[in-house]
């Protein structure tokens, strides 16, 4: 018996462990109930005490040695564990963030344009995207039947009385002027709608900011003035404005705006045609029909009123070329905005 106690003692020292299942037949054979060490025990009941006294110690001596290797082996399975997980991780590398979205280039680029204009005096006003006849179009000056009303391709909801989706936000000044008495000073940012086909330079749903400033002594240099301002702001500031004669029924004289093309500075490139101007806004002097329309007494007032779309606002800025990549949704192109 004592050989097999030396044998086993031998077994126990050279058994090697690298894995969970070699683990386990080291505890069946050496230290589970069932394991060689418990038969020799059991076999001590028939033994001699003198054989007792000898072989005793021996088993004690070798029970415990199993048990040391045991934890011993659990200690090498472990750590090669933990060095093959490890081999593909580095913990050296900092944390990958967690995937936030970004603001859309059109909400960014209106909240600029507000913060452009309260800064300088105006606050903002909204009204609804379906609107009646009287505040879309007659109160501002567009005679019934006029071809004007065929400038703004309308998406109509009702006709006769007509209900429309709003063609421009200038619907929101109709209602500024029809409850306030002057000063007025705000811009109305928000969703139009015009029945055009969609393509890379036209959409029917698409976003203005217009604006308005009613006063005693309102003149064309005060609208000059607030237009080359919000340019500078937007553009930077050797944005150079120029202003050509134009026609809207609400406003009289009318011009449109341009900025020098803030890609080439003015030179010529293929965003601005050659021309090194873009356009960026229409505008002009409120025309008194419109002003005694709205109860406002235009002996007494004058104001100026303009008007731009923030699709083509962000399209100049980030020179985006196509309308469409804007409602698309497309995270390819919204993720570039992150930073805004
Ligand atoms: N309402 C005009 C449009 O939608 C823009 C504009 C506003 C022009 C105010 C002049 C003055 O095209």
Redesign the pocket.
């Known amino acids: 018996m004592i050989d097999k106690v030396q044998a086993l003692k031998e077994e126990i020292q050279a058994f090697k462990a690298n894995k969970q299942e070699e683990l386990e037949t080291f505890r069946m054979k050496f230290i589970s109930r069932k394991s060689d060490i418990s038969v020799l025990f059991e076999g001590m009941k028939s033994l001699s005490v003198e054989e007792k006294k000898k072989l005793g110690p021996a088993l004690n001596q070798l029970k415990q040695s199993a048990q040391e290797r045991f934890k011993e082996l659990i200690g090498i399975v472990e750590s090669t564990k933990t060095a093959s997980e490890g081999s593909h991780m580095d913990m050296t590398l900092p944390p990958i963030g967690a995937t936030i979205g970004s603001m859309h280039p059109l909400s960014a680029i209106k909240n600029r344009i507000i913060e452009i204009f309260e800064r300088i005096g105006f606050n903002v006003a909204d009204g609804p995207e379906i609107e009646d006849d009287w505040h879309n179009f007659s109160a501002l000056n567009f005679p019934e039947n006029h071809p004007a009303r065929e400038m703004?391709d309308t998406f109509f909801v009702e006709r006769d009385p007509d209900i429309v989706l709003r063609?421009?936000?200038?619907n929101v000044?109709t209602r500024l002027m029809e409850n306030n008495q002057p000063p007025l000073r705000s811009i109305m940012p928000g969703r139009?709608f015009r029945n055009e086909a969609i393509s890379a330079r036209a959409h029917c749903i698409f976003h203005?900011v217009?604006g308005i400033y009613i006063d005693k002594n309102v003149g064309f240099a005060d609208l000059k003035q607030t237009i080359f301002h919000f340019a500078k702001e937007m553009f930077g500031k050797h944005t150079k404005i120029r202003f050509r004669p134009s026609y809207?029924p609400?406003?009289e004289p009318?011009a449109e705006v341009d900025i020098s093309c803030n890609i080439c500075q003015g030179k010529g490139c293929n965003i601005c045609k050659y021309t090194g101007w873009v356009e960026i806004?229409?505008?002009?002097m409120v025309d008194p029909n419109v002003l005694s329309n709205c109860d406002i007494d235009p002996e007494e007032y004058t104001g100026f009123?303009?008007?731009m779309g923030i699709e083509r606002i962000t399209m100049l800025k980030y020179q985006i070329k196509d309308l469409r990549l804007f409602t698309e949704n497309d995270v390819r192109f919204l993720k570039q905005f992150r930073s805004l």
Do not use: D, I, L, N
């Not at 063609?167 to 200038?170: F, G, R």
């Not at 806004?281 to 002009?284: D, P, V």
């Open positions: 703004q063609t421009h936000t200038s000044q139009v203005q217009e809207f609400f406003t009318s806004a229409g505008s002009g009123a303009f008007g």
